[in-house]
């Protein structure tokens, strides 16, 4: 029985210890105030926002799922996407960055010949609305392999798109348009593609 009980010890530990980060786990909202469990929930699921880790390991964080700004070194990120991709880009053409930040339950999914033509679709949309230049970008490739080289992915140089634009693994695949004066409507997660044609277009102004 001695025995026994010496080696329940260690599990017990880690349960105990278990329950206490669920009872200090802490929520925040996306100006990061804290917030109830509940309330966190309940935002969450209204899809507009997302989870991401906070300032510590017990931390819950939402963040937009879309957010707006201006980068100043658009030449620079200009110079390493034309290394990267060995092709030229017009300085005055909008980009448009599809992002692929690794293998995950959202992005092994789905139809890939359907998935293949809705970005082509992308594609082909937003240089009607502002001769946009689309790069296809992955941090990390596994789980590409199923596109079947139909879509020309490249290695986000020096991580710089990772850098300016998702500073975390949001699922699926996310997207910025970045306008020739370097302002840029990013959206994390997964997307459809109205999505970017309106970004592409609010952008062209």
């Given at each position: 029985?001695?025995?026994?009980?010496?080696?329940?010890?260690?599990?017990?530990?880690?349960?105990?210890?278990?329950?206490?980060?669920?009872?200090?786990?802490?929520y925040f909202d996306v100006d990061n105030k804290e917030i109830s469990q509940q309330v966190f929930k309940d935002k969450r699921a209204t899809n507009t926002v997302l989870d991401i880790p906070g300032d510590s390991s017990n931390h819950h964080k939402l963040i937009n799922r879309e957010q707006q700004g201006k980068i100043s070194n658009r030449k620079e990120l200009i110079s390493l996407l034309e290394y990267a991709a060995h092709e030229k880009i017009n300085p005055s053409q909008q980009i448009l960055i599809i992002y692929y930040p690794g293998k995950d339950a959202c992005n092994t999914g789905g139809d890939v010949k359907f998935l293949i033509?809705?970005?082509?679709?992308?594609e082909k949309?937003?240089?009607?609305?502002?001769?946009?230049k689309t790069f296809y970008i992955y941090k990390d490739?596994?789980?590409?392999?199923?596109?079947?080289?139909?879509?020309?992915?490249?290695?986000?140089?020096?991580?710089?798109?990772?850098?300016?634009?998702?500073?975390?693994?949001?699922?699926?695949n996310s997207f910025t348009v970045i306008?020739?004066?370097?302002k840029y409507i990013s959206y994390f997660g997964e997307f459809y593609k109205d999505l970017v044609l309106e970004a592409s277009k609010k952008l062209r102004k």
């Open positions: 029985m001695k025995k026994l009980m010496l080696s329940l010890l260690p599990l017990l530990l880690v349960l105990k210890i278990k329950a206490q980060e669920v009872k200090n786990t802490r033509s809705n970005l082509k679709e992308i949309g937003v240089d009607r609305i502002a001769s946009t490739k596994e789980g590409l392999e199923r596109y079947d080289n139909a879509i020309p992915w490249i290695k986000d140089p020096e991580q710089i798109v990772e850098k300016l634009f998702f500073k975390y693994h949001y699922p699926c306008s020739k004066t370097g």
